[in-house]
């Protein structure tokens, strides 16, 4: 359109809202969709409380959160553990694969119940889905802040 908006015309224009054509979706994705967008349960064990700065709101503080080196020590026992790399830090990486067409968190050097960690790693990642390879677990995504901050305030 080459000539101006003028204010006639931006009260005429009718401004939709957006359909969810939920209906229209494949049965797989149907399926994968009910999976995502389940109600959050509760995490099973408890969690450190974080100092945050009460500067910045919860958005900017996750954006500016780094793990801190040292580990905390868990609040009780947990059914797993995880043991942090060389340099201290969480095993928690980001991988792209297949052209940038596939996005994956991997979270290595998991040790005792893996199920028991996989069910409370999917209610932190929204129900994504987990895949369980040798010494490694694949969350299809890039949800590597939510898991260092998840594993930080559990005491890793």
Do not use: C
């Not at 359109?1 to 209906?23: A, C, F, G, Q, S």
């Not at 340099?87 to 893996?114: A, F, S």
């Amino acid at each position: 359109m080459t000539n101006k908006l003028t204010p006639t015309y931006m009260e005429r224009m009718i401004v939709r809202m957006p359909l969810l054509k939920e209906k229209n979706l494949h049965p797989n994705s149907k399926r994968r969709w009910n999976q995502m967008t389940q109600p959050v349960e509760p995490l099973t064990w408890k969690l450190h409380e974080l100092q945050k700065q009460t500067l910045l709101g919860d958005s900017e503080f996750l954006k500016q959160w780094r793990p801190e080196n040292e580990p905390m020590g868990t609040l009780e026992a947990l059914p797993f553990s995880i043991m942090r790399t060389h340099t201290g830090n969480l095993p928690v990486y980001t991988d792209i694969r297949t052209g940038g067409q596939r996005q994956l968190t991997v979270v290595r050097k998991i040790e005792g119940d893996i199920e028991a960690f996989k069910a409370e790693l999917a209610k932190v990642v929204s129900n994504a889905t987990i895949e369980e390879k040798m010494g490694r677990l694949e969350i299809s995504g890039i949800h590597s802040q939510k898991v260092k901050l998840w594993l930080t305030r559990l005491g890793f």
